[in-house]
């Protein structure tokens, strides 16, 4: 097959749904498919000069972006005309409610390719721009309703979506199910030097995602600094891309020597080092859709404490970790602590998230993805 995935960022930009095109697409690659990308030119800082290249196989279109606004959605209406040019079997658009979605639904409606689109949990308003509010609506039941008419297939990422994609016509008998994966790499226990590098020399207690206001890396710093008055055997590591929030961040540490705010990194070994290295994971979000990091944390063995949001609970109980209330610091330091003095009720949990997160290998996600191709192509030739 030749399938083209459009989304609005790819490498250098860091990303959850960057790193699940990436793996699905590297993957299909492998198989013989011939498989390109179509992103924006911008890594959510600056314009990439180099618009096309090969990766892995994988063929890269890097598209010229004429506007950027309301918390990274680019224009680049280019991707329309460009998609017309090729003859797609699949055209598979990512992140409901940006342009490129229903300028690739055109298209692959005018060309004949077959739509399939994965939504990634856009449904709120909170933390959004008054333009990006105001302007909401009109996407959402106008250019949404256009884009799902126009699928073939819609997908979700958790069932916490069903309703919204219903309640935005979506229709019933174009919803899958198709959870996000985790790398076969962090299920192998590396050779570890990262607390030696990094002078620590205690209980690791992580974040590990984008400095984004959504993300909540303000209440994670607010509950180091409360447990570090009493506490001082126990650090903790902020790393990601920023995405708005790192000097607040930063501001915030001050000069604690026992919060550490890392560089992002790209480096698959590093990122397992990151993980492997941490005795918790903290996920305390205002929202979500289903985090990468979730299930990363889960291979590595780390017991969870997280904000019980949007798609989380649908993959993480009790068996895996605790929740706390999107910005309660209090019971966030009570949950920490607890862990950390219980060693035995956080190594069951560590126990059972490795074994859940077998079940959620890129490998198993991509096979996945590949069958819904195929058996749709298979329902409308029938």
Not at 258 to 269: A, Q, V
């Amino acid at each position: 097959m030749k399938i083209a995935f459009v989304t609005e960022f790819y490498k250098p930009a860091i990303g959850g749904v960057t790193k699940m095109v990436e793996e699905i697409g590297t993957r299909l690659a492998k198989h013989g498919h011939e498989v390109h990308i179509f992103c924006s030119d911008w890594d959510k800082e600056k314009r990439i000069k180099k618009k096309e290249e090969i990766i892995d196989g994988i063929h890269i279109h890097r598209c010229f972006h004429i506007a950027r606004f309301v918390n990274f959605i680019t224009l680049w209406p280019s991707i329309f005309f460009r998609l017309l040019k090729e003859d797609f079997d699949i055209i598979h658009t990512q992140e409901t409610g940006h342009p490129h979605v229903f300028l690739a639904a055109l298209a692959a409606k005018i060309s004949g390719a077959k739509h399939f689109h994965t939504t990634h949990c856009p449904w709120t308003s909170s933390f959004r721009s008054l333009f990006g509010r105001i302007i909401l609506p009109i996407d959402y039941h106008v250019f949404m309703r256009i884009s799902y008419a126009l699928s073939d297939k819609i997908i979700a990422i958790t069932p916490w979506e069903l309703d919204f994609i219903k309640k935005y016509g979506g229709k019933k008998e174009k919803i899958e199910i198709i959870p996000n994966g985790v790398d076969n790499l962090l299920f192998k226990k590396l050779k570890n030097d990262f607390k030696k590098r990094n002078k620590i020399n205690g209980k690791m207690v992580l974040y590990f995602g984008r400095l984004n206001i959504t993300k909540g890396p303000d209440k994670f710093v607010l509950a180091a600094r409360e447990i570090l008055k009493q506490r001082r055997d126990i650090f903790f590591v902020i790393r990601g891309p920023d995405e708005g929030m790192r000097e607040t961040v930063r501001k915030m540490i001050e000069n604690e020597k026992n919060i550490l705010l890392l560089s992002e990194t790209r480096d698959k070994e590093e990122v397992a080092k990151t993980y492997q290295a941490a005795d918790i994971f903290v996920l305390p979000s205002f929202r979500e859709g289903l985090p990468l990091t979730l299930f990363e944390a889960m291979a590595c063995g780390l017991p969870i404490v997280a904000s019980p949001v949007n798609g989380v609970p649908y993959e993480m109980n009790k068996e895996n970790g605790f929740f706390v209330n999107y910005g309660d610091i209090k019971k966030l330091k009570e949950k920490i602590i607890f862990l950390i003095d219980n060693p035995k009720i956080a190594g069951k949990l560590s126990e059972n998230n490795v074994k859940k997160a077998k079940n959620y290998t890129w490998d198993a996600i991509a096979k996945k993805y590949l069958r819904l191709y195929n058996e749709t192509r298979q329902e409308i030739r029938d």
